[in-house]
């Protein structure tokens, strides 16, 4: 979350008509996260990265949050206030009732008069209680049911997976909601350079906040596996630990036989995640369960690198929806998980062309184009307001006013899901296969798979 904010204000502040403010917690700690060697990072040595204007105004776990967040936002005035949350953006399921105030913010700031926007990157009817580690399932399923009809009183919500759209308008009945992209982080990706891949390793790549529903139990039982038929393969494990999972995989990395290719990295600096996906022959993302759209999946387009993952129904969508290559294994099995990865590295043809599809993706959804496709929406809100004061809109000052966008169809900001792979004879279209985890090759007279035919 932070990292995805992190590029989104990195890229507001590439406008010059953007004025940006970030309304960010009060950091008292920070000594679950680590360095490469494993050690704790210390909060009186971080400072705020140049460039930003960050006003810390709330306190994660605190009932105060609202109230806080609402004082700050009276006093800067701003054109649009923009929360990009999840569940636990504000408080852990063990303090529910501070996470509840927390996320009834949007709809208090909106109370207030400002024009409020939500990126919500999950929704808890996709979220798998069980790995996730969330006790009393029935009490905060009520809970969070609140907290969703909370959030759908802001004046629009973006989601970032067409699934979590469709259960937003068949549970809720909800208007606002628009289908976003979560977009690659670069503002232009960079093309994979195979010379830097298997030489003389073939590096397999797990990155990830770890320790919840991202666990790396099944890969370390897989990686032994890989070695038997790709010798020169290494496995980097790269990323710090969850919040709540404190020295998880430090604990992992402790029990590894010493004689074993793998690298654990810790946290990667910013300016070091380039050379670590390109170095990369494969991504691989050993989840349980899955709680949005992921990261290091967009990472990998970013780079063009291929991408083994849990087959996760929410990651399916997202790799039909935005034209990935992806080879998927069942959750939990170290064989066949071992068994998607060998094949890739096995198949320099295979894996060109699951690189040079995954870049082709990343080039289409870029944040540069992400960032524009939110300020158009947060423009034509403004020109619509303004127009409502001369009277054009009657009624639309209704603070509650339901369905911002009408009953009609919510605008999709991400691109269609063809992707075409330049080959001898021609280009055409290619797609991953929701039945199978094969690369196809379609007719090019056939609609690419989830598109839409009437849009």
């Known amino acids: 979350m932070n990292e995805y904010a992190f590029h989104i204000a990195k890229e507001l502040n590439r406008h010059a008509d953007v004025e940006l403010t970030i309304l960010a917690d009060e950091l008292t700690s920070c000594d679950f996260a680590t360095d490469k060697n494993g050690e704790s990072l210390k909060i009186d040595s971080q400072a705020e990265l140049p460039g930003f204007k960050v006003n810390r105004c709330w306190r994660f776990g605190a009932l105060s949050t609202p109230w806080r967040l609402l004082s700050t936002i009276l006093r800067l005035k701003p054109d649009v206030v923009w929360f990009n949350l999840v569940f636990s953006s504000f408080a852990t399921p063990e303090n529910p009732f501070a996470a509840f105030a927390g996320l009834s913010a949007p709809a208090l700031v909106r109370a207030?008069?400002?024009?409020?926007?939500?990126?919500?990157?999950?929704?808890?009817e996709h979220v798998d209680f069980a790995a996730a580690g969330v006790r009393r399932e029935r009490l905060y399923r009520m809970g969070t049911d609140l907290a969703t009809r909370a959030l759908l009183r802001a004046n629009s919500v973006s989601v970032l997976l067409p699934g979590y759209r469709k259960t937003l308008l068949k549970k809720y009945s909800a208007h606002n909601v628009l289908l976003g992209t979560h977009g690659t982080f670069a503002s232009a990706p960079t093309p994979?350079?195979?010379?830097?891949?298997?030489?003389?390793?073939?590096?397999?790549?797990?990155?990830?906040?770890?320790?919840?529903?991202?666990?790396?139990?099944?890969?370390?039982?897989?990686?032994?596996?890989?070695?038997?038929?790709?010798?020169?393969?290494?496995?980097?494990?790269?990323?710090?630990?969850?919040?709540?999972?404190?020295?998880?995989?430090?604990?992992?990395?402790?029990?590894?036989?010493?004689?074993?290719?793998?690298?654990?990295?810790?946290?990667?600096?910013?300016?070091?995640?380039?050379e670590l996906f390109q170095s990369s022959s494969v991504l691989v993302l050993p989840y349980d369960s899955a709680t949005g759209s992921s990261g290091p999946a967009h990472q990998a387009c970013e780079y063009g690198v291929p991408i083994v993952c849990a087959d996760i129904p929410d990651f399916r969508g997202m790799v039909t929806d935005e034209g990935m290559a992806v080879r998927f294994y069942r959750i939990g099995n170290a064989r066949d998980l071992a068994d998607q990865i060998i094949r890739i590295l096995?198949?320099?043809?295979?894996?060109h062309r699951m690189a040079e599809q995954n870049f082709i993706a990343g080039v289409q959804m870029t944040m540069t184009n992400v960032i524009q496709s939110y300020l158009r929406w947060f423009r034509l809100h403004k020109a619509k307001r303004a127009m409502s004061r001369e009277g054009a809109f009657i009624g639309s000052r209704i603070p509650w006013r339901n369905g911002t966008l009408g009953r009609g169809r919510s605008p999709r900001w991400g691109l269609e899901p063809g992707i075409s792979l330049l080959h001898e004879g021609g280009a055409v279209p290619h797609l991953v296969s929701q039945e199978a985890d094969e690369i196809l090759t379609l007719d090019e007279t056939e609609p690419p798979i989830g598109s839409d035919a009437n849009s």
Do not use: C
Request: proline share 8%; no cysteine; aromatic share 10%.
């Open 112 to 124: 207030a008069g400002f024009y409020t926007h939500i990126t919500l990157h999950h929704i808890i």
């Open 192 to 274: 994979p350079d195979f010379s830097n891949r298997g030489n003389p390793d073939q590096r397999i790549l797990a990155i990830g906040h770890w320790g919840t529903y991202k666990r790396l139990e099944t890969l370390m039982e897989a990686f032994p596996k890989i070695l038997e038929k790709i010798p020169n393969a290494k496995l980097v494990v790269a990323g710090a630990n969850h919040h709540t999972r404190a020295g998880y995989w430090e604990s992992i990395r402790d029990v590894q036989p010493k004689d074993l290719p793998i690298e654990f990295r810790g946290y990667v600096a910013e300016d070091d995640i380039p």
């Open 346 to 351: 096995r198949s320099p043809e295979l894996e």
